[in-house]
């Protein structure tokens, strides 16, 4: 009697990763030669632990040398002497298509930031807006394709949300931070690729990562539905502000302790590179903080 043969079943075809290409960007960012931490307006800053100016230009440094290794192109504000947190120009304006909105801080120890920001963008030709709302720049406001995405909760008001939509005549989706480690949106969630959809016949490009635990359950389910081939990302990595990145649709700087965001971008075939921020963070602040988008009308559908 003869044994039936073992029938092997053929191995899963692996899902084709979407070919990702790295697009030119144009940065704003401060040097922080007047770093450090002297009041405490969010739950990273501790004015009792020390901060090292010298360290914390250095990180820096590193961060600005690889976006032009990168071939990207930097403008640069000066630092004024009483503003410690102005390294962090993320929170300096909203940029599209040569149009700034700019920012009016929530607490008073940043406000003096927003006239140095407006300043510089007027003398830079760019038709400045001033706001009547509280918002918080591109902390709180990201573009993804036709849509900016905008978080409240901590910082920037609601009212601001109307109000950016009808600066940029853009959809604004409205998004809650609940978790105060997270006050502003680019601490919870970021862009990796410019645009939505398929692209070039190949499969639906993974537009954003988050950390769902960083918002309401009504913003989750927007989230879910808007972006449902989006990375998940632990709070083991995000609370090391791994959220807090840069990307030019394949390169994507993030810190070096987001190992498991890291490899979830390895797998979608971006390219992670590790930039260490730490004395930075010790403002609440990160690799997105430090780096403002200046978006050119014809880069707004690259």
Known sequence: MSTPETITAPAPVPEPVAARTAQNRRYLMCRPE????????????????????????????????????????VELIE??????????????????????????????ER?????????????????????????????????????????????????????????????????????????????????????????????????????PGAFDDASRAILEERFPDAILVSDEDGSVFGLNSASDGYNVIISPRAVGFEAQLRERGYNPITVDLSELLLGGGGIKCCTLELRAAEEEQA
């Not at 509280?134 to 109000?163: K, Y």
Request: proline share 6%.
């Open 34 to 73: 007047h770093f450090t931490v002297s009041y405490t307006i969010n739950p990273w800053m501790e004015p009792a632990k020390p901060t090292d100016t010298a360290k914390a230009v250095a990180q820096w440094q590193k961060l600005y040398d690889l976006y032009l290794h990168l071939g990207h192109d």
């Open 79 to 108: 630092p004024l002497a009483d503003y410690p947190d102005m390294v962090y120009t993320a929170n300096g304006g909203f940029v599209i298509g040569g149009r700034a909105y700019v920012p009016k801080f929530r607490f008073t």
């Open 111 to 211: 406000a003096g930031e927003a006239p140095a920001f407006a300043d510089w963008f007027r003398a830079s030709g760019y038709d400045t807006v001033e706001p009547k709302e509280v918002n918080e720049g591109e902390g709180d406001f990201l573009l993804v394709g036709d849509v900016i995405l905008a978080g409240t909760g901590f910082r920037s008001t609601g009212d601001s949300h109307r109000e950016v939509g009808e600066v940029f005549d853009r959809e604004v989706i409205s998004l809650n931070l609940v978790d105060p480690r997270f006050y502003h949106l680019d601490t919870a969630l970021t862009v990796l690729d410019p645009v939505q959809g398929e692209q070039d016949g190949g499969p639906e490009r993974a537009n954003i990562a988050y950390l």
